[in-house]
Each structure stands twice: as C-alpha cells, then as structure tokens.
C-alpha cells in the first residue's frame, strides 16, 4: 500500500489487509446458513416451548412434574457418560497401537475403523439384534458348545445397549485420539527416557498429557451424539432403557404435541449447553494447574 | 411399520366428467377464499399421494392411481409416507404439495383434531357405500388391517396356543414367550380384552385393568418396536405368541415359515385417505376418493395385499381364498372390533405417559 493512501484515510481502515482477515470473510457463507437453517429453527423451538398452549413455563411443569421425564433425562444424561467412558478404555489402546504404525498396515487400519462408520446405524444395530437375541448366533454357538445352559440376556437390557452405542461411537474417540497421538513427538518421549522416567511414568506423565486434548474432543463428541440416540436404545434396549430422544419422538409424530417436544428438545439443549460449560471450566482450570501437562 | 391403506367405498357415480365439473365448480366457489382466481386455474397434469410404500404402495397403484389415470388423464405418482409431524408442518407453513395422503387412521385422527384436514366433500364422495366405522367428517378409513394373535407353530400347538386374550395374558395356564408392541394404542385394548372388557363397550378402556394383565405377563414379555420385528420374532420362535399386524405374517405363513395367526379377537387397525389443508386441488382430490370407493378397484386392492375393503359390496367380487385372508371378510369378523381413533386422538397423551411410567417400572 502506497504511504498517502493510509495517510489520506487515517481512522477508517485500522488494520491492514492479511491472508487471515480474508479468510474470515469466508467465514460468511456458512455463518449464514448456520443461522437461517440451524439458530432459527432452534430458537422457534424453544420459543414454542414457552409460548404455546400459553405464554409460560405450562410444559416445563408437566414434564417436571411427571416422574417419567424426570427419570429418563437423568438416565439419557448417565447413558451417555458410561457409553462416552467405555469408549475411552476402548478407543484409547486402539488409537495407541495404530498411531504407532506405518504404510500400508496404518491405511488398512484406519480403513477397518472408517468402513463400519460410514455403514448405516440401523444395519449395524440390526446386525447386533441377531448376534444377541435369545436364539441369536451367540446364544446358539455357546449352548451348543455347553458352555452355558440358559441363553444368556445380551439385549433388551443395559448390556445390549451399550455394546450397540459403544460400538457405532468408537471411531468418534479413536480419530481425535489417533491424531493428537501422531502428533507427539517421539523425541519427547525419548527426553524423557534420558532423564530417567521408566516407561510406566514415560506413559503417565508424558503420553497421556499430551493426549488430552484428544481425549477432550473424544468424550465430548461421543457424550453429546449418545445423548441424542434413538434407534439402538430403542431395539437393542430393554423398556427401562428410554432415552430421551424417543419421548421426544413420541410427542413430535405420535401426539404431535409439538409445545411439549420442544420443551423437551430445550431441556436436552440447556443440560448439553451446561455441561460443556462446565467442562470447558475444569479442563481449563486443570490445564492452567499443569495437570493436562499444558 | 403400522400403516395398511387398503379399503375402499362403493362410487355410486361414475366419476367423470360429470364429477369433474361439479368439483370444479366447487373449486370455483372456493378458489377465491384462498387468492386464486378460479380462470387461471386448470386440471393438474399430476398428483402426488404420498402413502405408507411398499407392498401398499404397489396394491394401491393398481386398485386406485391408475383407474383414476384411466378416468381423468391426471397421473398419479406415489410418495414416502408423510408422518403427522410432516404434515403439520406443511400445513403451518402453507407449503402444501399433494392433494392427497393415505396415511394411519390413528395419525388422521389426531391431524383432524388440530384442525390439519381438509373436510370431505360428501356430496361427491358417496358415504352409503361404506362400513359405518370408515366415514369420518376429515378422513376416510382406506382399508382394514388386524391387530392380531400370532404363534410359532413349533413351539406351540394348536391346543397349547391361548385361544383369547384372556389366556394370552395368563402365562399360568398357557406358558410361553409373548410378545406386543411397545406402544400403549392397540396393546392396551387387547390388554382390556384380556382383563374381561367386552367388544361392544370397549371404550373408555379400562386402563387399571389393562395394566395389570401386562404386570401379568411382565415377566416373559418381549416388546417389539416395528412390524417387521414383531413378525420376525415370532417366525424365529424368539417368542412363541404375540401380536403382529397380518400383513407382516401373511406372505411368511404362505412361504411355509412355521408361524400361523388367527382373526379371533382382532383389533381392525386402518389406513386413512386425507386431503391436508390447503391442498391446491381440493376437487381432483375429492373425485380422486370417489373413484377409490368403486367396489371394482377395492377388489384388486385387496387381491394385492391382505387387507380388508371398506366398501362391503366389495366381497362379492372376491373369491374363498383372498376373503380367508381379510381380516373383516364375514367370515373373519365374527369376535373383532374396530380400534376408536378419536378416543386415541383425546386420550393418547395421558394414557402414553402412563405407559412410559410403568414401562420404567
């Protein structure tokens, strides 16, 4: 920019033009759509919660007042905890094998994990139905085989259930572990060696650390997709596995009382909102403590 | 999953021309209420009827879309089932694009209670032709389909097999896996079967009775949530006796899987035929409804999928072996009843919060 041009317009143009500002500007697009096809309706959702049968808080003290909603956000919410904990034990020796590996094995890897997620979660829930059902694959192999006596109740429970959610999350915990792993350097690792950590403490105080930011992402991810599963509680689960997603399914297209579905769908929104605020806080405040080695 | 369109209403009139004229005269009168100058107003080339597909969709392409095509000229295409949900939505936003939908009567009835649907225009739809149960002011009953009893004939004779619903529900005297849907419509009335409420007073149901016969079989109860899986429990002998709807069983039972099902006691569950509010082409809807009634299209209805007229003229035109399979053939229809969708349409939403809660025990 020529030396007069910023002289003869001093206040307006603060800033000069950069690659980073202009990327902002992309930025527009999608900001739009966000807003007119997914802050819009969600705001009329919860504007319809408290504006319809009547201006007020109506839905909420039914849904408050009836034990069963109560309940079945609570279990939705403990639900999602356990499937995104178990997930963790899981994905975590998974990512940790896989980050280590190269070529051609590391591409068919990702590929053994990337294919089932790219398959429909009905199919995969309908595949677990017929493993587990009472005379399922399952069932039948081990009774014949005399291991056990008495088909063993693998669905229509909380097992079932979190085999099924836990199985269609996996690649949401393993893919933000894998890449936060790949991204260590194994350097760091060896400093740690040299200066005397055994590989019990090289791992727990070096390599988990830096896979925080990995682990955070993944538990966030898989905590909030379970919280609005549907169809695998609902074919895998028992009758005391209800979710909240399948009230709100009854009351959106079953008793089409859309007041009530929405003040449902904002609490479900409000509890997410609070506990990624919370979380947000404590990995924070422990990432500024050191704990998340950061 | 719980959808079977399929009935039909005798057309005392040819719809054609005749018809055709009058709707338009109709559509006269009423086009200026909605903005529409009447003049600029021509016969649509097209309609679309969204419906419940599948094996439906092919029975109601025979018996209705293309006798109507034969009639007006007007093709017809069929759509994905538009649930209650969609319809409202079209309806509130004034983006009404069919004319016509075949959905569940049970949905209809509810539609019609928010004010969703378009009333019938009963002097183009003759509703002497019908089964008293089929005419409702803002939807017509398409067809009749069974809530029925099912058993695995492997795992349970003939003589073993609960003979009514009081037996299903006492797992005492007839042991054996059962099955019901997971929803409180249809599972509670043949629950109120079971705790002794008659046919002819089932209605207000008597819900405290129908609660305990499922506390009575709690213990050996597997729930299904889609048609599809309540059929495929019985046929796996998963279950030994449940509920099914009979078009899920029909073909598998023909096929020789070993399950068979019986009309005794059934709960006659419906599709409906509804024009949603606003629809653009009220008049081609009507005579669309008028030549669904023609006993003639309900038979080859009902020769394409095991689901009963509602025009009664229609079982003349059958023969013994598609009527066996009708679950409101005269034969069939000695100890059924049909399900109250009104009292589902008023009720539903007290009656399913009870039911979740003792679903959570």
């Known amino acids: ?294 | 999953m719980k959808q079977r369109p399929g009935s039909r209403g005798l057309n005392s009139s040819d719809p054609t021309r005749r018809h055709l004229l009058a709707s338009a005269a109709g559509l006269a009168v009423a086009l200026p209420v909605i903005g529409f100058p009447a003049v600029l107003r021509a016969k649509p080339e097209r309609m679309t009827i969204p419906n419940p597909g599948g094996a439906l969709e092919e029975a109601l392409k025979a018996a209705y879309f293309k006798t109507f095509t034969d009639k007006t000229g007007i093709e017809i295409s069929g759509a994905p089932y538009a649930d209650t949900a969609k319809i409202k939505a079209m309806v509130e936003n004034n983006a009404v694009d069919t004319d016509v939908i075949f959905t569940d009567a049970a949905d209809a009835a509810i539609l019609a209670k928010q004010g969703l649907l378009e009333p019938l225009d009963f002097s183009v739809v003759d509703k002497s032709l019908f089964i008293p149960e089929a005419v409702h002011e803002h939807y017509l009953l398409a067809d009749v389909a069974a809530y029925a009893m099912a058993w695995n004939t492997k795992s349970m004779s003939d003589d073993k097999r609960p003979k009514n619903w009081a037996e299903f529900f006492d797992p005492s005297t007839k042991p054996g896996q059962r099955s019901l849907w997971k929803y409180p419509a249809q599972t509670l009335e043949v629950a109120a079967m079971g705790a002794g409420q008659g046919r002819d007073k089932l209605y207000p149901l008597d819900l405290d009775g129908a609660f305990a016969k499922l506390d009575a079989v709690k213990s050996v109860l597997t729930w299904w949530d889609s048609g599809a899986q309540g059929a495929q429990l019985i046929i796996d002998g998963e279950t030994d006796v449940g509920t099914v709807w009979n078009g899920r069983l029909y073909k598998p039972r023909k096929d020789g899987a070993p399950v068979n099902y019986t009309f005794d006691h059934c709960l006659y569950v419906c599709d409906s035929i509804v024009v949603p509010k606003g629809a653009k082409n009220k008049a081609e809807a009507m005579s669309f409804i008028a030549n669904f009634t023609d006993p003639k299209n309900q038979a080859v209805f009902c020769k394409n999928i095991p689901y009963g007229p509602v025009n009664p003229a229609t079982f003349s035109l059958l023969d013994a072996e598609t009527k066996a399979a009708l679950p409101n053939a005269p034969d069939n229809a000695k100890t059924a009843v049909f399900q109250n969708f009104g009292y589902w349409a008023d009720n539903g939403s007290m009656i399913i919060e009870r039911f979740n809660k003792w679903l959570l025990g």
């Open chain 1, 1 to 294: 920019m020529a030396a007069n041009a910023t002289t003869e317009r001093p206040p307006a143009s603060p800033k000069p033009w950069t690659p980073t500002r202009g990327y902002a500007l992309l930025l527009i697009a999608p900001a739009i759509v966000l807003a007119l096809f997914f802050l819009w309706p969600l705001a009329q959702v919860v504007i319809r919660s408290v504006t319809e049968p009547a201006v007020g808080f109506e839905n909420y003290v039914r849904i408050f007042a009836t034990s069963t909603y109560v309940r079945v956000i609570a279990y939705t919410m403990m639900l999602a905890g356990t499937v995104a904990l178990v997930t963790l034990l899981l994905a975590y020796p998974v990512a940790w094998m896989v980050s280590a590996m190269h070529g051609s094995i590391l591409y068919l890897c990702l590929a053994l994990i990337l294919i089932p997620f790219w398959t429909s979660v009905v199919i995969r829930t309908f595949a677990w139905m017929v493993l587990f059902q009472r005379r399922g694959v399952l069932n039948s192999f081990l009774l014949s085989s005399g291991l056990i006596d008495q088909p063993l109740r693998l669905m229509h429970n909380s097992i079932g259930v979190h085999i099924g959610m836990v199985h269609i999350l996996l690649p949401f915990m393993i893919l933000p572990l894998l890449s936060s792993m790949r991204g260590i350097e194994p350097t760091i690792m060896r400093a740690a060696s040299v200066l005397g950590a055994n590989p019990l403490r090289q791992f727990i105080h070096v390599y988990v650390p830096l896979t925080m930011p990995g682990v955070s992402a993944g538990l966030l991810l898989v905590f909030i997709s379970a919280l609005g599963f549907f169809i695998t509680p609902a074919l895998l689960g028992g009758p005391a596995n209800m979710t909240i997603a399948v009230l709100i399914e009854q009351q959106t297209s079953r008793l089409l009382d859309w007041p009530m579905a929405s003040a449902l769908a904002t609490l479900l929104l409000a509890a997410t909102v609070l506990l990624y605020v919370l979380y947000d806080r404590i990995s924070r405040h422990l990432g500024a403590a050191g704990v998340f080695g950061g």
